[in-house]
């Protein structure tokens, strides 16, 4: 395990690294009044941030791995052979990143600023701690160019702390994690982006192509996707000290076709009764009820695009993967 690094810690002379937010009280960034709504609503559901505890980490770079999960490679194929394009079309940037994860794929857009531009910043915006202390030592071991900056918070607060820095920036959401959102949530986050961030800055967005039923229910339907949509509920056990029994729900991923989107589900084998202690809520679940777990959106390009032109962001470029499946966008902001 990599030593756990303090809060504003200086990994050298430099001050190249810096985590804030570490006495962010979790109760902020996992707010059980949401769990509760959500859960009471109908259907219920469970915010994906769920997902992505250390357990649910490793699972989802598991996942990653999976043969049939086409969309990692996909980016990171649009990555490999653009980040040096997309590094000119901006000039110059300061990198901050939505759900950064362990920044695998981000690397290749770091090296291509440094290659192009020399020394950078990079700023990464995760709810999970120990994930961006991993970020920051792989990242900072191999170059002594770049200053880094994790921000542990959801991407509100995030983004706030993020538009302090001054100079002109690229804010990067790979992963398709947008598609992740529902309407409401897409329209606040470009929102925040458009008033947070200054004109001419940009937005690069990894997004997931509609495509054949087929090969999007293969890719949320491996082992890895199983165990990552069942770790939602140990989170939940250990974070609430709920007892959820894993083994009374089976994992459920389909294509709405109707709304361009995959859907996770768990659904209950048998009736049965949920307590969680901390928050002092129970639930009753009917044999074959659903609780949705995340939504994916599969979209087509041109309506995707006019969702962000409602907020004053320009599609600059768009590049997508040798087979057409993924789509990677860079948006400026030209209106505020």
């Known amino acids: 395990m990599p030593q756990r690094l303090p809060s504003k810690r200086k990994l050298d002379d430099r001050q190249r690294c810096t985590i804030i937010g570490a006495d962010l009280p979790e109760t902020e960034i996992f707010r059980g009044d949401l769990l509760i709504q959500s859960l009471s ?4 559901s ?4 769920y997902y992505y505890d250390d357990t649910g980490s490793a699972l989802f770079e598991r996942l990653c791995k999976e043969d049939s999960y086409y969309l990692f490679r996909a980016e990171r194929e649009i990555l490999a052979q653009y980040a040096k394009s997309i590094a000119d079309m901006t000039g110059p940037a ?17 090296d291509a600023y440094l290659e192009n531009h020399g020394p950078t910043s990079y700023a990464a915006i995760d709810v999970n701690r120990s994930i961006l202390e991993k970020a920051a030592e792989n990242l900072l071991s191999m170059t002594p160019d770049l200053n880094f ?38 329209h606040d986050l470009l929102h925040s982006v458009r008033t947070l961030f200054a004109l001419g800055d940009y937005f690069l967005v990894g997004i997931d192509l509609n495509k054949n039923s087929n090969i999007l229910e293969a890719a949320y339907n491996n082992q890895s996707a199983i165990l990552t949509n069942l770790c939602v509920l140990q989170h939940l056990n250990w974070r609430f000290d709920g007892n959820f029994n894993v083994f009374q729900f089976r994992h459920v991923a389909f294509h709405n076709k109707s709304l361009c989107r995959m859907e996770s589900h768990l659904e209950a084998m048998q009736a049965q009764s949920v307590n969680l202690e901390k928050l002092e809520f129970s639930l009753c679940l009917e044999k074959g009820e659903m609780i949705r777990t995340e939504i994916m959106r599969k979209v087509n390009l041109k309506t995707f695009n006019e969702i962000f032109m409602q907020h004053g962001l320009n599609l600059a470029h768009y590049w997508t993967d040798s087979e057409r499946r993924y789509a990677v966008c860079l948006f400026q902001i030209v209106d505020r």
């Open 41 to 44: 609503g109908s259907p219920r």
């Open 94 to 110: 300061s990198l901050v990143e939505l759900g950064s994860g362990n920044a695998q794929k981000t690397r290749l857009l770091i």
């Open 149 to 186: 900056t994790g921000i542990i918070g959801v991407y509100q607060t995030g983004l706030e702390q993020a538009a302090t820095v001054i100079g002109p920036k690229l804010l990067v959401c790979l992963g398709a994690s947008v598609g992740n959102m529902y309407d409401d949530e897409l």
């Open 46 to 49: 469970i915010g994906c941030m």
